[in-house]
């Protein structure tokens, strides 16, 4: 029996068998190069071809020394393949003669390959071809960025908890699809999208394990703990004995709380608390009817970006947004316009640029930053938003706005939005608009940010990470993700106090909302409105409804003044046993 520690990500508790992911390349793109581009899409392959080259000497010179000896000679071997000509320079030629894309001049000389090895007499060469595969495998990963996707056994077991190294945002929305009782990965933070994921599609989770993928076989035995965020390996018959107790234990809090559906959010001072869901499409909506929540107050509607060859055009996104606006039957609906880059980059996106090429991506062409540099992807979703809004309450937000600057631009886009809708003769709803506040700077500003929107609603998710500058995808500094840290509640203090003073709505959508670890903190701040993935909603009403916000206002002096992140815990702790 092993246990390893990670961070938990989706509540609860799954007991299943290991299946280990292994990534491939599902699709690999094809278009025509202009002739005055050829030069600059060989540069790319041939940086394909050193990256891929380091990295298999990085493998190689960290390979641990109880590992097989041939380990190390099957890397010397792939990289050998790599630097022969027929994968280093053909492809090459290949991109020159028929002015085609990198990835698609190494597909057509990979075929060839494939098919020389096949009619090789010797078996020791011809079993090579495997090898072959497995570098070309990693140079097309390379040479596409992130957009890799996941490839998953169509014929998973019921009982199946997916082991991966690492998982991106876009691998794990094919979870909806699936029946996976749980999943862990050697990397991640606690507010990674991936994590994030984990938790709105309710499957026990635990991310940033470290070494997990290599340490379990296929169909091995797992228990995994996403309330503590463990994972046990081949348990023995006591532990999960433990464990299918405490598996009914969660089940049967979770039959508590779901009696709470009904019941008004309303503070024991009588303070009525909104509380609204984070989404991702229209199949959240079932969930989010379960919990009683009062509306949507985060649509991430990327998500609908992702995984597909082409951007969604106005028809695809008005449909979309009206079919999630006409099931919440009254209830509002807050999208999000995109929010792309960093972790989530489409594979259709063809930007100069990529962001996800670029050495600090979080800090690059990022959410709205990206919105205005793709000004008609823009205005598409404009149109498809306020054409939505014909068909119930719709409010418009923009992410990671840094400057009222980025704001003034938004409102320019939406006039021009409105017209084009005129000037089609299509009918459209009004909007309210509003922007996220979860860059230091807006946070900072925010009463002016206050004069050009109708509400904010804070990301803490990104507040925090940019506040601490601590990656929060990146598990080896996650011990300094602090939410309680002092400079973190002094700008959600300010934020919210300045909105309620003007007297406009703000609500804060990141992780922090949906940790009932906080829930007092935020309500001590003034904050009324709450959204987070569904999951969380009934235990979070739990803590609102036992609570006294008069009491909570009157321990903040104390929790604001401190300015030692050592102690913020502590201050917590004693808030939260008031
Ligand atoms: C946030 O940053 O807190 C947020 C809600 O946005 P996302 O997690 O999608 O970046
Ligand atoms: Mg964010």
Known sequence: MIVLHGVAAGKGIAVGRAHLVVRGVSEVPQHD????????????????????????????????????????????????????????????????????????????????????????????????????????????????????????????????????????????????????????????????????????????????????????????????????????????????????????????????????????????DGEEIELLANIESAEDVKALHGSGADGVGLLRSEYLFLNRDNPPDEEEQYQFYSDIVKKLKGKPLTIRTIDLGVDKNPRWFGHNGTPNAALNPALGLTGIRLSHAEPVMFRTQMCAVLRAAVHGPVRMMWPMVASVSELKQCIVHLEAARRQLSERGETFGDVEIGCMIEIPSAALTVSTVLKYVDFISIGTNDLIQYTLSVDRSDDSVSYLYQPAHPAVIRLLAHIIRTANRIGKSVSVCGEMAGDTDYTRLLLGLGLRTFSMNTANLLAVKDVVIHSNTEELESEMAKITRNEDPDKAEGLLKKLNAV
């Open 33 to 268: 190069i202009a002739e005055e581009d050829l030069a600059d899409e060989v540069e790319r392959f041939e940086t394909a071809v050193k990256t891929t080259r380091r990295q298999l000497e990085q493998l190689r010179s960290a390979i641990p020394e109880n590992a097989p000896t041939e380990l190390g000679a099957f890397i010397s071997l792939h990289l050998m393949l790599l630097a022969d000509v027929t994968l280093s320079r053909e492809p090459i030629d290949i991109v020159y003669e028929q002015h085609i894309n990198a990835e698609w001049a190494l597909k057509i000389q990979t075929d060839r390959l494939s098919e020389q090895f096949d009619a090789m007499e010797d078996e020791y060469l011809r079993e090579r071809k495997q090898d072959m595969l497995q570098v070309v495998e990693r140079l097309q990963r390379n040479l596409i960025g992130q957009s890799t996707e996941l490839n998953l056994d169509a014929n998973l077991l019921d009982d199946t908890i997916l082991i991966a190294h690492d998982l991106s945002p876009a691998d794990t929305v094919y979870f909806k699809d699936q029946r996976i009782e749980g999943f862990v990965t050697d990397t991640g933070g606690a507010v990674s999208h991936t994590a994030i994921l984990g938790r709105s599609l309710n499957i026990p989770s635990v991310i940033g394990l470290g070494n997990a993928r290599k340490l379990i076989s296929e169909h091995e035995w797992v228990i995994v703990d996403g309330i503590s965020g463990i994972l046990i390996i081949e348990p023995d018959d006591l532990i999960l004995a433990e464990y299918r107790k405490l598996q009914r234990a969660y089940r049967s809090r979770q039959r508590e709380l779901n009696k709470l559906k009904k019941t008004a959010a309303t503070t024991e």
